[in-house]
Nanobody, 121 residues
């Protein structure tokens, strides 16, 4: 019903920057929120940043001041600008969206396939 496709991951040196993008498509009636999670090897998935439709944002303490989440509503796309990357930011980054479709009265959560971010020290 809804697909999320991420792009922008890769390998970067510590101190560098990357920009992730995630575009939602499908039977979208509305998007309540979009966000980025990450999962490092051997660790649980954790919230990195989220943005609700009203514009409020939330960041993990570990990325505050370095990462910025933004959204292009016209394109149903969410971005994660990551600056001053550290080795501990290495993980698979997943996009998530809470979406209302034209066939469901309530919103459901959808996930992208993940994109690898590797930061070398």
């Amino acid at each position: 019903q809804v697909q999320l496709v991420e792009s922008g991951g890769g390998l970067v040196q510590a101190g560098g920057s990357l920009r992730l993008a995630c575009t939602a498509s499908g039977r979208i009636f509305g998007i309540n929120s979009m966000g980025w999670y990450r999962q490092a090897l051997g660790k649980q998935r954790e919230l990195v940043a989220s943005l609700i439709s009203g514009g409020s944002t939330n960041y993990a303490d570990s990325v505050k001041g370095r990462f910025t989440i933004s959204r292009d509503g016209a394109k149903d796309t969410v971005y994660l600008q990551m600056n001053n990357l550290k080795s501990e930011d290495t993980a698979v980054y997943y996009c998530s969206a809470r979406v209302r479709t034209d066939i469901s009265p309530s919103a459901n959560d959808y996930w992208g396939q993940g994109t690898q971010v590797a930061v070398s020290s």
